[in-house]
């Protein structure tokens, strides 16, 4: 097993990279509910446009799941649950907004590019739960065995 150079350790136990992985995160979750907060007429339209009704209760459950579930992951409260719920709503808004199997030529290639982002977003939400659960900030041996 090849193991990383010593100063790649020193970054991962570094205790702030913890910290500013889970906002790094969660930034585009926290913005994107504070906006839909402040635009909520705005937030409204959107899921309309995306066929989902009644569109302010699906507004309200997207702020409140991308504002409390980002403040979660950020405070390192409850990253599971944050993590999860952070996860649902990506799921839903990529199958909603991005459906590139019914698309064709460079629109299927944008959506399906968006689409693999999400299931980064999602990945990346995982590994920061099961972290978490290890009540680790990060694997410093990984690679060390």
Do not use: C
């Not at 020193?10 to 500013?20: M, N």
């Amino acid at each position: 097993m090849t193991t990383a150079p010593s100063w790649v350790y020193g970054v991962l136990a570094w205790p702030g990279l913890w910290i500013l992985t889970r906002v790094g995160l969660s930034s585009a979750y926290l913005v994107g509910g504070v906006t839909k907060l402040v635009d909520f007429h705005g937030a409204m339209a959107e899921q309309a446009h995306f066929g989902l009704q009644p569109a302010w209760i699906w507004a309200g459950l997207a702020v409140i799941v991308e504002i409390v579930g980002s403040l979660a992951l950020i405070l390192g409260r409850w990253i599971w649950l944050a993590a999860g719920a952070l996860s649902a709503l990506t799921i839903i808004a990529t199958l909603v907004a991005d459906p590139f199997w019914s698309l064709q030529g460079h629109d299927r290639f944008v959506a399906l590019n968006t689409f693999l982002e999400h299931i980064g977003l999602i990945a990346g939400l995982a590994m920061a739960a099961v972290i978490a659960a290890d009540k680790t900030p990060a694997s410093a041996t990984v690679g060390r065995e």
